[in-house]
């Protein structure tokens, strides 16, 4: 590393001349001095943190590193993809596609993500838009030419709003099932087996075992784009398990007699995979939960439904993380906290029997 002296027409000029870790040559010229020296301070102290960026590759516009980063990730699912491109397009892009990535900072980072949640994009949303800038701009970082630093890591977001769970008695699981019609087993199906709807697609006769009373879940099916794309569970530890009741065996077997392996367990009148609008338009979903009073309910909510009727049943809560399919008891504890909210009042009557036994021992 050095700095050169040089007469030109317009004046005596400073060159800083460094390597980069390939070896290259790199320079970068100063009007005065003190500039050159100041600059190559900063190449001093990053060199010695690890940091060396070429200058030239800050020049490099957004989108090209997006296009490399979302090139270079082979394991993200069909939906996960998709919606990071959706991210991409409607709210990253316009602002951000055709900058320098050295000239992106925390300051129109925030300002960006301010500006997004002023305009009623839910708290959820803002931040999962802003993890696809992140992560865009860490390859970049990783790239180890192009930024030093990631200017997205110390952003401020609003909080998050609270989640609210809706849950279905067992009354209300059967009223919404002859509300739907002829394929309102399906409702009784998500309800009383917690599967995804993406699964209970992907279940193909086999998997399906009426006998032993169990389901095995094994791959997820979801609708991106209008087509319906197979991949796995949600999590490794989606791939499990899933007793069945025996309210549910009769319709099981109506379902599975006479199909073939490999052919959908739970098929359409015409005997294709289920599409979740497609399922929602055949029972009239809207008109359906608005007959049981449950206008805002959602397919996903069976899911939770599950959860309610179990713990209601006295499932453990170990037992209903392996047959829900949560990487960890800690998800289920905290997705579902307000069910074991009860048990908060084992701990006032046991202080209460203490202070009893107090009270009789003076």
């Not at 009007?31 to 060396?52: D, I, M, N, Y």
């Not at 998050?160 to 209300?172: C, D, G, K, V």
């Amino acid at each position: 590393m050095s700095i050169w002296r040089r007469e030109t027409k317009a004046g005596v000029r400073y060159d800083v001349q460094w390597r980069l870790p390939d070896r290259s040559k790199r320079k970068k010229t100063f009007s005065s001095e003190r500039a050159a020296k100041q600059f190559e301070a900063k190449l001093v102290t990053s060199s010695a943190t690890g940091e060396s960026v070429d200058p030239r590759g800050g020049r490099t516009e957004l989108e090209s590193v997006y296009r490399s980063w979302i090139a270079s990730r082979p394991d993200l699912s069909a939906k996960v993809r998709r919606g990071y491109q959706d991210n991409w397009r409607l709210r990253i892009q316009p602002r951000f596609g055709n900058w320098a990535i050295a000239k992106i900072d925390h300051e129109s980072i925030q300002r960006w993500v301010n500006e997004m949640s002023a305009s009623g994009l839910s708290p959820r949303t803002v931040r999962w838009t802003h993890t696809v800038l992140k992560m865009t701009l860490d390859y970049a970082v990783d790239d180890g030419r192009l930024i030093a630093k990631n200017p997205a890591t110390r952003t401020k977001f609003p909080p998050m709003r609270q989640t609210t769970h809706i849950y279905l008695t067992a009354r209300e699981v059967a009223e919404l099932t002859d509300a739907c019609g002829s394929q309102g087993d399906v409702v009784a199906i998500l309800a009383y087996t917690g599967l995804r709807f993406g699964e209970l697609t992907g279940l193909n006769v086999e998997d399906v075992d009426v006998a032993a009373r169990r389901i095995r879940v094994r791959r997820s099916i979801t609708q991106v784009g209008g087509r319906l794309v197979e991949g796995n569970p949600k999590s490794d530890a989606g791939r499990r398990s899933v007793p069945i009741p025996e309210r549910l065996v009769p319709a099981l077997k109506a379902r599975l007699d006479g199909r073939p392996p490999g052919a959908p367990a739970i098929a359409s009148p015409r005997g294709s995979r289920l599409a979740l609008e497609n399922w929602k338009r055949a029972v009239n979903w809207q008109a359906a939960i608005a007959k049981v009073g449950r206008e805002r309910l959602r397919v996903h909510d069976l899911r939770h439904t599950y959860a309610s009727l179990s713990r209601r049943a006295g499932a453990d809560l170990r037992l209903l993380q392996k047959a829900m399919g949560h990487a960890s008891i800690t998800v289920t504890a905290h997705t579902y906290a307000d069910l074991f909210d009860d048990e908060l009042d084992n701990i006032a009557a046991a202080l209460d029997s203490l202070s009893d036994d107090l009270s009789q021992s003076t």
